[in-house]
């Protein structure tokens, strides 16, 4: 079991950022393909960003616009995501998860097997 702890979450306003943290609870994020996801009532999960084992990075959607930032602290074990320039229609919750074979992100949370529980982020003014 490969699990993942997410935090961060809150209310901001329009234009406001955050920067969420996924920590592992008992694995080394840098062997894994960790990936940051979002989903909004009556949404499909979707994904905002991927980082891999290397260090290489996607950012998804229009995320790609400079407002969404993934990093990794290997020291802490942690993988974050910096959310810029927040807008309403941000409003979901975000998930950090866990792919398990492979070498390259993927944008599918099919492609994950280990998720953590989601934090909040609600952009409203």
């Known amino acids: 079991q490969l699990e993942v702890v997410e935090s961060g979450g809150g209310l901001v306003q329009p234009g406001g950022s955050l920067r969420l943290s996924c920590e592992s609870s008992?694995?080394?994020?840098?062997?894994?393909?960790i990936g940051w996801f979002r989903q909004a009532p009556g949404k499909e999960r979707a994904g905002v960003s991927c980082?891999?084992?290397?260090?290489?990075?996607?950012v998804y959607g229009d995320f790609v616009r400079r407002r969404a930032t993934i990093s990794r602290n290997n020291a802490k074990n942690t993988v974050y995501l910096q959310l810029n320039s927040l807008k309403p229609e941000d409003t979901a919750v975000y998930y950090c998860?866990?792919?398990?074979?492979?070498?390259?992100?993927?944008?599918?949370?099919?492609?994950?097997?280990?998720w953590g529980q989601g934090t909040h982020v609600t952009v409203s003014s």
């Open positions: 980082i891999r084992q290397n260090g290489d990075k996607q």
């Open positions: 998860a866990v792919k398990v074979g492979g070498n390259f992100c993927s944008p599918k949370s099919s492609d994950f097997t280990y």
């Open positions: 008992g694995f080394t994020v840098a062997e894994y393909i």
